[in-house]
């Protein structure tokens, strides 16, 4: 018996869900009689009485009405990234990057962001379940004390790095001897671990520093948004890339080979649209390429020389190969080649042979431990193998949802039917909670103690912000509840471990305040793990690699079968976010996409099988077929369809229903990233796209504008027309005080959306659903734009993150017949909601489009959770009420108040925006005018400063820097740099 | 033949039409006078509150400093209504048996809060910050009057929009002495300040800010 019947959920979450009911013509009429009826009696309304109800006790470090943040992590995938959380009056209401932490460095994720929302997410468990109905928590403490020692213990958990985690793991081991751990994600990087050990001999972590690289080959790597170190990297290559400060500098150059178009290949320098079975026989070239060079690293087998000698370059790439091979031997040492987390093994060795013949590895790459625990450990398909030999009695799932993410090849149900007892311990009931006997309730990493390793090694710690919202258990409690420990605490878990770990020898008070100092600053400073000589082992590897090669070469070449890849999405990840309303509305980096996903292909495709972006597609492999709209992307790889991760859940909650495709039914156990062999028919049906960007093309504007950087640096004033003064009839503004202003540079934008995010998390921004965003009634404040150029094969990309520009002489504010959008001394272009009596003309005659206009309640219609992470410091707003971009005017202002109580102004740098704040890049730089040396005030001086839409004299204050690629010299004829 | 209507019925047309027209501006300048009336403003009203509270008895005879209790009105935008503990601080030593204090007692025995009925309001539109108005040297009683003669507390001003705006068109009617230095450095902020006040407020920097987004967020 299923749990509950969704029909008798609650119906709390009405924005998110698909469509809003109809209003017919009779209940119109009723309604607009019974208001008018009604409108007097406001007037006589009893005054409404607030009740204000302080604590009974003064409770520590919180003072009413004044936020206090935490240092805590977030854990994806194994991985921790810093989090530094705010919380009003005892609730987390925004999350940002923890400025100290190395994962971090103050940037964040778009998923980051949009955790907190998690928290609050009302189709959260809330209680224990046996087969579907109400237990008790106690009576699962009961049963799990009563395992026998030999009971054929299992667990599936997420690939973890708690160090507390494998603690607890030996403990558990003690009672129950023979206890497994499986640990599996739709995201594995085991591969990633079998090349190095192929490599190395041991799973090394590369640790790559991408500030310190001139050459960066990306071999379907999306290693500024998809990868766990992302966040931080992205810092890095853009302080790299940043040293094109004027046109004498150097950006590096950035080379990627990908199937679709991602963040990373967004801002490539050199690009090439390429399937992912063919990067490995790319790799190959490329080492083929610097063997022919004379860089061949000692001890190459001559078997491997000559099969290299005379390699096919995968036909659509072989002009990127010669001048990646070129441009990587020609900075040795400088250079970084990295290959996706989804191509197999013997590519990621190939990568690390390449990297060894170029001297990078001890330069730009350092190995270390893996943070990971036991990252080549047991996984899903050894768990099925021993649930078929009937070796598994006891099955405990925390976290992962396998019965939706697993490919069904596997025959993971089956299994699970032939174990006795199954317990699944989640954030929400799902799939898997319907499959398991047992069903707990897990805390958000919000509600619960915990630790964790960054990507480099870093202890980082989890500490919670508000007590489990609805009871729950975190993922140690639950294992210690095994090692023997009826009602564990988190805390005194992992303070027992740090006190251990700090060793018995230090005096008791220094523990102390060694363990209260990490706690605060979210990590163990210096944590990180040490570099690791790298030694290849080349003879072995070489031998090993030439089985490889030959079905490289076999493979390559050929045009058919079509290939299908699967990606994460850079919004619901593999589909464990897809409850969270943000994420689902959260446009897709290249293609704008909201609610839901598609089967990409490219331009040639898409023509030779005669569909349009909407027609719906029969992807058919093996037998197995799933349905799913076609989107045409440019840059995509031919003869290649690909499709993003996390549509088509089952049993996601409210916001996740019926939206998108689960591409599940297509990936295999053997290739869950790509594979051969896929056969596309249209079906002759139509499905909309929620596609929030309908042009991608500026058609002659030179909208976004670009060029290379021999074009800069032949005319570094290339923006002239963009800029400067034009003739005005309007008078002029008296400017007084500091003057807000902010710099974005678009060489760095990667698109990743983390701004978009975080502005709808500070700012109360409502979502509208899929069909509000089909007839284009989002909110976002803050949208990028993303500009194509060049042709469709092979087109350049600029993203131009656009908000409110706060013109100085503002078209908005001109027509606005109540004076509700008005001009501050301080250069903001304000917004008074409860003066808006909705006409919208402002939103007619703003010519970037930011203004966005209520046409429902939707805020009023949120789950009571959901309000609880509302920002009090920004009105909510009804219905019939325009609202835009305020440049985060109550950061701006609680800084001004808190300056003038010091009896001081703002310092430079005082006041972030919450996108500046989430930008992993930095590329969002914000501050005052008169704070010269700021980023933001030096950028604005760079000769390819411009202002969007400039001609028509709004003057915005904000200045966008113009995109600049760098071409390898020998390829520049592919990148034009007419804007058509 | 005798005239259809009387001669007076001049007369009723034209106090018919003058009263038309007094109806019409009394429709549109009604509502501007009602809102404005203490009726509306929701002034002069005490309200009963769950602890017989007598501010006359705490600020007046007993001279304790309105911060004692409403502390966090030098560091937040609230003032605060102050926690249980900080009554019973006083009250486990004095009247610790009086019947009048027993909501007292039990909330700080029970843990649950007491209810306190809120008696100055604002829209939720409207973000007052009171930290920076009393470190700016703003007496507590230039906006909730004088609480030590309230046996029960009203709200004595109007608290509209345009009583804010008149204070921060013209703050020296409004700030008492400076609290701090009497001469503290000139800001870079100094030259904002003289365009909305006099001069000597803008030593101090006291400043009108009477723009939307110093409010309305």
């Known amino acids: 018996m299923p749990p509950r019947a969704p029909e008798e959920l609650p119906s709390e979450f009405a924005p998110g869900a698909d469509q809003r009911p109809g209003l017919d013509r009779r209940e119109l009429l009723k309604l607009t009689a019974a208001s008018a009826a009604l409108a007097g009696l406001g007037a006589c309304m009893e005054h409404p009485h607030e009740r204000i109800m302080p604590r009974s006790a003064e409770a520590p470090e919180q003072t009413p009405g004044v936020p206090v943040e935490y240092a ?53 468990a809330r209680g224990v379940l046996e087969r579907g109905r109400p237990a008790s928590r106690a009576g699962l403490a009961r049963l799990i004390a009563s395992l026998p020692a030999q009971s054929g213990l299992w667990f599936l958990l997420y690939p973890q790095s708690s160090p507390l985690l494998v603690e607890l793991l030996a403990r558990v081991r003690r009672r129950h001897p023979s206890a497994q751990v499986a640990t599996d994600t739709p ?35 999306d290693f500024l948004a998809a990868m766990p170190g992302s966040v931080r990297w992205s810092r890095d290559f853009a302080a790299r890339r940043r040293r094109l400060a004027g046109p004498g500098g150097d950006p590096g150059r950035l080379h990627v080979a990908e199937p679709s178009p991602t963040p990373t290949g967004s801002l490539a320098d050199h690009r090439v649209a390429l399937r992912a079975g063919d990067i490995g026989a790319l790799a190959a070239g490329l080492l083929a390429e610097i063997v022919r060079g004379g860089r061949a690293p000692a001890g190459l087998p ?22 990646t091979a070129r441009d990587l031997a020609r900075s040795p040492g400088r250079a970084i080649v990295l290959a996706g987390d989804r191509q197999p093994a013997e590519t990621h060795a190939l990568v690390h042979l390449i990297n060894q013949a ?11 431990e893996p943070a990971l625990h036991d990252p080549l450990g047991p996984g899903l398909a050894e768990l099925v193998r021993a649930a078929a030999a009937g070796e598994v009695q006891t099955l405990v799932i925390a976290e992962a949802n396998p019965l939706y993410s697993a490919p069904p090849d596997l025959g993971l149900e089956r299994a699970l039917a032939r174990i006795p007892l199954t317990i699944h311990a989640s954030l929400h009931e799902n799939e898997t909670s319907r499959a398991c006997t047992w069903f707990l309730p897990l805390a958000h990493s919000l509600e619960s103690w915990g630790d964790a390793r960054a990507y480099d090694g870093t202890l980082s710690f989890i500490q919670p912000l508000i007590r489990p919202l609805h009871g729950g258990a975190s993922l140690v409690e639950l294992l210690a509840m095994f090692a023997g420990d009826p009602d564990p605490s988190g805390h005194a878990l992992l303070r027992d471990r740090d006190r251990r770990a700090r060793g018995e020898g230090g005096a008791a008070r220094d523990v102390e305040l060694a363990w209260e100092e990490d706690v605060r600053r979210g990590f163990s400073l210096h944590s990180g793990f040490p570099a690791q000589p790298p030694r290849l082992d080349i003879p072995a590897l070489g031998a090993a690699l030439v089985p490889a090669l030959a079905t490289a070469r076999a493979r390559s070449g050929a045009e058919e079968p079509i290939e299908i890849s699967f990606a994460p999405s850079h919004a619901v990840h593999d589909g464990r976010f897809a409850n969270i309303g943000w994420l689902q509305e959260l ?51 031919d003869h290649a369809v690909s499709l993003e991760l996390g549509g088509g859940r089952r049993g996601g909650g409210q916001v996740a229903a019926g939206v998108g495709v689960d591409a599940g039914p297509l990936r295999s156990a053997a290739a869950p990233g790509f594979a051969r062999g896929v056969r596309v028919a249209a079906t002759g049906e139509r499905r909309a796209l929620a596609i929030t960007q309908g042009e991608m093309r500026a058609h002659g504007r030179d909208l976004a504008p670009h060029t290379t950087l021999a074009a800069y640096r032949a005319d570094p004033s290339f923006t002239r027309a963009l800029r400067g003064g034009l003739p005005t009839l309007l008078p002029g503004r008296s400017a007084v005080g500091p003057q807000w202003a902010m710099t974005i540079d678009t060489s760095i934008c990667s698109g990743c959306s983390a701004c978009v995010v975080a502005c709808q998390a500070e700012n109360n921004i409502p979502i509208v659903g899929r069909q509000g965003v089909l007839d284009h009634r989002e909110m976002h404040w803050l949208r990028i734009d993303t500009t194509l150029c060049g042709s469709a094969d092979r087109p350049d990309f600029v993203h131009q993150p656009m908000l409110c520009q706060h013109c100085q002489d503002a078209p908005c504010e001109y027509v606005c017949p109540v004076n509700a959008t008005t001009h501050s001394p301080d250069g903001l272009n304000e917004m008074t909601y409860n003066r808006c009596i909705g006409t919208r003309f402002c939103s007619n005659n703003c010519p970037y489009k930011v203004r966005r206009f209520n046409w429902f309640d939707y805020t009023g219609e949120q789950a009571e959770t959901i309000q609880l992470q509302r920002n009090p410091n920004v009105t909510v707003r009804e219905r019939g009420v325009m609202e835009k971009c305020t440049y985060c005017v109550q950061r701006i202002r609680a800084v001004e108040i808190q300056s003038r109580i010091e009896r001081r102004g703002p310092r430079p740098g005082e006041v972030v925006t919450a996108c500046q704040q989430a930008c992993p890049t930095g590329a969002i730089q914000f501050g005052a005018l008169e704070h010269a040396g700021t980023p933001m005030v030096e950028w604005r001086r760079e000769p390819r400063r411009y202002a969007a839409l400039h001609e028509l004299g709004t003057r915005p204050r904000t200045m966008y820097l113009a995109r600049i690629t760098n071409p390898p010299a020998d390829t520049a004829d592919t990148a034009d740099t007419d804007n058509d | 033949m005798a005239s259809l209507y009387p001669a007076w019925s001049n007369t009723a047309y034209r106090l018919a039409l003058f009263a038309l027209g007094l109806g019409a501006a009394g429709l549109v300048v009604g509502p501007m006078i009602y809102v404005r009336t203490p009726y509306n403003t929701a002034q002069f009203e005490p309200w009963d509150q769950p602890v017989e509270f007598d501010h006359r008895h705490h600020a007046r005879d007993d001279g304790i400093e309105c911060l004692y209790c409403h502390s966090s009105a030098e560091t937040s935008a609230t003032a605060g209504v102050p926690t249980t503990a900080v009554c019973m601080g006083c009250h486990v030593q004095v009247w610790n048996t009086s019947p009048l204090l027993e909501p007292v007692r039990r909330s700080y025995f029970s843990g649950a809060p007491i209810r306190w009925r809120r008696v100055h309001t604002l829209p939720d539109f409207v973000y007052f910050n009171h930290a920076v108005h009393v470190r700016r040297g703003i007496d507590c009683q230039r906006c909730h009057g004088d609480v030590g003669r309230m046996a029960r507390v009203m709200q004595t001003q109007p608290l509209t929009m345009g009583w804010c705006l008149d204070c921060h068109r013209s703050p020296e009617r409004a700030a008492g002495p400076d609290p701090a230095t009497p001469t503290p450095p000139r800001s870079a902020w100094g030259a904002t300040f003289d365009m909305f006040t006099r001069h000597s407020f803008a030593d101090r920097s006291i400043t009108g800010l009477i723009t939307c987004s110093a409010c309305h967020r």
């Open chain 1, 72 to 124: 805590t992590s977030m854990v994806l995938d194994g991985f921790a990234t810093g989090h530094v959380v705010k919380a009003m009056d005892g609730r987390p209401i925004k999350v940002e990057g923890n400025p100290e932490h190395p994962a971090s460095l103050g940037g964040t994720t778009a998923l980051g962001q949009a955790s907190i929302l998690e928290l609050y997410d009302p189709d959260r």
């Open chain 1, 358 to 368: 170029l001297g990078n590895l001890g330069e730009t790459i350092a190995l270390t």
């Open chain 1, 587 to 637: 446009p897709r980096p290249i293609t704008k996409l909201t609610w839901g996903n598609a089967a990409q292909l490219g331009p040639g495709l898409a023509a030779r099988l005669g569909v349009d972006s909407g027609d719906v597609v029969r992807l058919s492999m093996d037998g197995r077929a799933i349905e799913a709209p076609a989107l045409i992307v440019p840059g995509h790889a």
């Open chain 1, 187 to 221: 995201l594995d990087r085991r591969a990633v671990y079998r090349g190095a050990s192929m490599a190395f001999g041991r799973p090394l972590e590369a640790q790559y520093r991408f500030e310190r690289a001139d050459v960066v080959a990306a071999l379907d790597a």
């Open chain 1, 302 to 323: 001559p078997e491997l020389v000559a099969r290299l000698a005379g390699f096919p370059a995968p036909a659509p790439a072989a002009a990127w190969l010669s001048a």
